[in-house]
């Protein structure tokens, strides 16, 4: 874990661009390859003393074809064949943070006719997964050098990959030219007693406190989007020091069956929410928390995992009205080199994290977060830019989580007991399920009569005692007092109708002998929720 620093910075727009309508590449209708059977982990190697060393793992998988049309499963160097990427993430201190390495991902290379999750209605030989039927790599295969290639090799929102001049092209060690890149396929050695395994640093695993899960995700040329969310799941694993070696104890039963979709789904307490750039990129998938500090301050937890985005991301943008203090902002990523850890910047309406060389690239998990002394507002969207130019939208949103739902404006007037008359909100965030948000004032004169303006838009009609802040249409003013401390509130009553919009609202109160007898708040945008 990290803290970063905040740069307060001029105001910065950031908007998703829509991107001209286009259809997803390459689709094979009727293709589907699910990944049916998490199977067990295989611990392989385990290097330097512990608790400071690093292991590395394999699974075992069983992808199934419920789709309607026979899938390609020929060996490299034909491209045409499926991708297995795999990852272990940990769920401590309220955050799930992904806690392997980016591995190298299995090449799918020949096809079983079994009949684990249907009955095989089309067997193969081999070079191609039929309709109905199964296929089983057990750990010991998903840890096969020969198969073992680099993610960044593969396009996971096509299924494509060039096999001229790639690892398998080159080998390991590499060969001399011109057999590096003639297509051929070299012999590959691992690099060293860890191998291109997934592998996990002991500190990351020594936690008896934390809950830790795997995943696997299957990348198929190819297939639609709407048939990709069974392609990936994960179940969770119990690791434990037997000092010598890593045991990762994979109960069976129910009570540790394979949940499909993003492992995300596993963060106790989050939400997870979704968003593709369009039809011309992958999925990144959001999940997001909130708790209540205690003191006036609401922490904010985001992980985003990117299953097949290309292109990956750059920046990270979430709301923050003006006014919101920000405080203890932190990023986790998949590696140990802190020079290349994001940076955040809060800008006039937003705190953005953004990236020189460390894009968020499929098969990753990153997480942000930070503290602010303002409640949690769903009305937000959050901003993913993407990194390497290509086909769509240079970014696209997602609804999130963010502080606020409220932003102040104008200038509040400091009256005859010289405190400023200032506007803020109180009992939660301004939804339609929460009974109690309500607009409050503080500073004001006390023990005095006040009337709240509720009003459509923002207005500046200036009077000899101060400006009114609110303007119609839908004017209305609501009578209430100051308690000895000069502060007001009123409860909100939100109905479905008023989801999307924004009111604005000020405080006026009475003050004898200050400006006119008034003493006016400055105003408060509210944007309703749902």
Not at 5 to 33: E, H, K, M, Y
Not at 150 to 159: C, Y
Not at 470 to 481: D, E, H, K, L, S
């Amino acid at each position: 874990m990290r803290r970063l620093s905040l740069r307060l910075l001029v105001p910065l727009g950031i908007a998703a661009t829509a991107g001209v309508a286009s259809a997803q590449p390459n689709v094979i209708p009727g293709t589907d390859v699910e990944l049916g059977i998490l199977g067990g982990i295989a611990v392989h190697a385990h290097t330097g003393a512990f608790p400071s060393g690093e292991m590395s793992l394999s699974m075992s998988t069983t992808s199934c074809n419920p789709g309607s049309v026979n899938v390609p499963w020929l060996a490299p160097m034909n491209p045409n064949h499926p991708f297995i990427a795999f990852m272990v993430v940990r769920e401590t201190g309220g955050r799930l943070e992904q806690i392997s390495d980016r591995s190298f991902l299995k090449h799918g290379f020949f096809a079983l006719s079994n009949s684990q999750c249907t009955p095989c209605q089309n067997p193969s030989n081999g070079t191609f997964l039929g309709v109905g039927c199964s296929d089983t790599y057990t750990a010991s295969t998903n840890a096969n050098h020969d198969y073992l290639g680099p993610a960044d090799e593969i396009d996971p929102w096509t299924g494509a990959w060039d096999p001229v001049c790639s690892y398998f092209d080159q080998g390991f060690p590499p060969v001399n030219p011109p057999n590096d890149c003639n297509g051929i396929k070299s012999p590959i050695s691992p690099p060293d007693a860890l191998g291109r395994l997934v592998r996990i640093h002991d500190f990351d695993l020594d936690s008896p406190s934390s809950s830790f899960y795997y995943q696997a995700h299957y990348v198929v040329v190819g297939e639609p989007e709407a048939n990709r969310e069974n392609n990936l799941g994960s179940r969770r694993v119990f690791p434990n020091w037997n000092g010598n070696q890593w045991e990762m104890a994979v109960p069976g039963g129910g009570g540790n069956a394979l949940i499909q979709g993003t492992v995300l789904r596993r963060w106790t307490g989050a939400t997870v929410v979704s968003a593709t750039n369009g039809d011309d990129d992958g999925r990144v998938y959001v999940g997001y928390r909130t708790s209540d500090n205690g003191n006036g301050t609401y922490r904010y937890e985001y992980a985003l995992h990117n299953r097949d985005n290309f292109r990956g991301i750059k920046s990270f943008s979430v709301p923050v009205p003006a006014g919101v203090t920000l405080s203890n902002v932190g990023f986790h990523d998949v590696d140990q080199d802190s020079q290349n850890d994001w940076t955040s910047n809060q800008t006039a309406a937003a705190l953005v994290f953004t990236t020189v060389g460390n894009p968020l690239r499929w098969n990753t998990i990153y997480n942000f977060w930070f503290d602010a002394d303002a409640p949690p507002s769903s009305c937000a969207q959050a901003t993913l830019e993407q990194f390497d130019p290509g086909p769509g939208a240079p970014s696209f949103s997602i609804d999130v989580v963010s502080p606020g739902g409220a932003s102040s404006y104008g200038t509040p007037e400091i009256g005859s007991t010289g405190t400023a008359a200032v506007m803020g909100t109180a009992g939660g965030a301004p939804g339609v399920g929460n009974p109690n948000f309500a607009v409050t004032v503080s500073g004001a004169k006390p023990n005095s009569f006040t009337f709240m303006l509720e009003g459509d838009n923002v207005g500046n009609n200036v009077q000899p005692w101060g400006t009114i802040l609110v303007a119609g249409p839908n004017f209305f003013r609501t009578i209430t007092t100051t308690n000895g401390l000069g502060e007001a509130s009123v409860v909100i009553p939100i109905v479905p109708a008023m989801v999307g919009t924004t009111k604005r609202y000020q405080y006026v109160t009475r003050d004898p002998g200050f400006g006119g007898n008034l003493q006016a708040s400055d105003g408060l945008e509210v944007t309703f929720c749902p």
